[in-house]
């Protein structure tokens, strides 16, 4: 039976996390970089960054249920964001808290949970009555709705995670044919290196609120191919969009939900910006790419 990490083991992981950051902070050069993977590659310095659908499509549908996911799927959006744990028993499933509390009518950590309970808690009462019965899905309904579609997502590993528990998830998206349009991404070093371990051949991200020295030295510790940082800290680090960049690197914001900080994501180039309103932005980066294109007809 997989199991999650225990606390001593999750603070050890986290302070080899922390341990392996400075030393690639003081010591870059050693670090080789992977090419950025054709998942993000095509966008133009000049084009707008894609749209990615924060937990599914949040602002229709209970957040990471099949109604939201399929919704993203339907949306404008081109990648699909969703949140991966693991019950008790092994099975990957989709919730972004630790806890089931907030989003279902069950009660404790997602991890003391076999499958088949967390299977009868109701996710969808707490949204609106319309969802009543609605439950946790398990990733393997997630990629069968999204194998036949032309989307891309973007599978958030909460927590950390061992290479065995990687390479459930791993194997889930390579037998369901999508590797190639799967984008792994995790908070914590250690996980995003076990499945360079156990699945190199799967595009990797590193979510990180802020970055500390060289944005090649952090991608490089695991072989990511993007970053995924907040607004706050893009828009105050004028230079690291262009230092990622430099890097060979693809650069994605979250979870921006006003035209104010699209607009602001937008003029510093990033390469997606994740959101809960994925029409919405859609439709703004519409208009205002017909906005650019009036004025340079009428300058020109």
Same mark, same amino acid.
């Given at each position: 039976?997989?199991?999650?990490?225990?606390?001593?083991?999750?603070?050890?992981?986290?302070?080899?996390? &922390?341990?392996?950051?400075a030393l690639l902070t003081l010591a870059p050069s050693v670090v080789e970089v992977e090419a950025s993977s054709d998942l993000l590659s095509g966008r133009e310095? %000049?084009?707008?960054?894609?749209?990615?659908?924060?937990?599914?499509?949040?602002?229709? $549908?209970?957040? *990471?249920?099949?109604? #939201?996911?399929?919704?993203?799927?339907?949306?404008? $959006?081109?990648?699909?964001?969703? @949140?991966v744990q693991l019950t008790a028993d092994g099975v990957p499933v989709l919730m972004h808290d630790w806890t089931v509390d907030r989003t279902t009518d069950g009660n404790g950590p997602v991890w003391a949970y076999e499958y088949d309970k967390l299977a009868t808690l109701d996710a969808g009462s707490w949204y609106a009555p319309e969802f009543e019965g609605t439950r946790v899905p398990t990733l393997a309904e997630f990629l069968a709705i999204f194998a036949p579609s032309t989307k891309r997502a973007i599978i958030e590993l909460k927590g950390s995670w061992t290479a065995e528990q990687s390479e459930i998830v791993a194997?889930?998206?390579? @037998?369901?044919?999508?590797?190639?349009?799967? &984008?792994? #991404? %995790?908070?914590?070093?250690?996980?995003?290196?076990?499945?360079?371990?156990? +699945?190199?051949? =799967?595009?990797?991200?590193?979510?990180?609120?802020?970055?500390?020295? @060289?944005? #090649?030295? =952090? #991608?490089? +510790?695991c072989g990511a191919v993007a970053i995924i940082t907040s607004h706050a800290f893009a828009r105050d680090s004028p230079d690291i969009v262009g230092q990622i960049h430099a890097a060979g690197l693809a650069v994605l914001?979250?979870?921006? *939900? *006003?035209?104010? %900080?699209?607009?602001? +994501?937008?003029?510093?180039?990033?390469?997606?910006?994740?959101?809960?309103?994925? @029409?919405? &932005?859609?439709?703004?980066? *519409?208009?205002e790419s017909s906005e650019s294109s009036e004025v340079e007809s009428a300058s020109g």
């Amino acid at each position: 039976m997989t199991t999650w990490l225990s606390p001593a083991k999750l603070l050890a992981s986290t302070l080899a996390t &922390l341990t392996l950051v400075a030393l690639l902070t003081l010591a870059p050069s050693v670090v080789e970089v992977e090419a950025s993977s054709d998942l993000l590659s095509g966008r133009e310095p %000049s084009q707008p960054g894609f749209v990615a659908s924060h937990r599914g499509d949040k602002a229709g $549908a209970p957040e *990471n249920t099949l109604p #939201a996911l399929q919704r993203a799927i339907d949306s404008e $959006a081109q990648f699909v964001e969703t @949140d991966v744990q693991l019950t008790a028993d092994g099975v990957p499933v989709l919730m972004h808290d630790w806890t089931v509390d907030r989003t279902t009518d069950g009660n404790g950590p997602v991890w003391a949970y076999e499958y088949d309970k967390l299977a009868t808690l109701d996710a969808g009462s707490w949204y609106a009555p319309e969802f009543e019965g609605t439950r946790v899905p398990t990733l393997a309904e997630f990629l069968a709705i999204f194998a036949p579609s032309t989307k891309r997502a973007i599978i958030e590993l909460k927590g950390s995670w061992t290479a065995e528990q990687s390479e459930i998830v791993a194997t889930q998206i390579r @037998d369901a044919g999508v590797g190639q349009r799967v &984008l792994l #991404a %995790s908070f914590d070093i250690m996980t995003l290196k076990g499945l360079q371990d156990v +699945a190199p051949a =799967l595009p990797r991200a590193i979510i990180s609120r802020t970055i500390l020295g @060289d944005p #090649a030295a =952090l #991608a490089g +510790a695991c072989g990511a191919v993007a970053i995924i940082t907040s607004h706050a800290f893009a828009r105050d680090s004028p230079d690291i969009v262009g230092q990622i960049h430099a890097a060979g690197l693809a650069v994605l914001l979250y979870t921006l *939900n *006003n035209s104010e %900080s699209w607009a602001s +994501a937008t003029s510093l180039g990033v390469d997606g910006i994740i959101t809960d309103k994925p @029409d919405q &932005l859609g439709k703004w980066l *519409n208009s205002e790419s017909s906005e650019s294109s009036e004025v340079e007809s009428a300058s020109g």
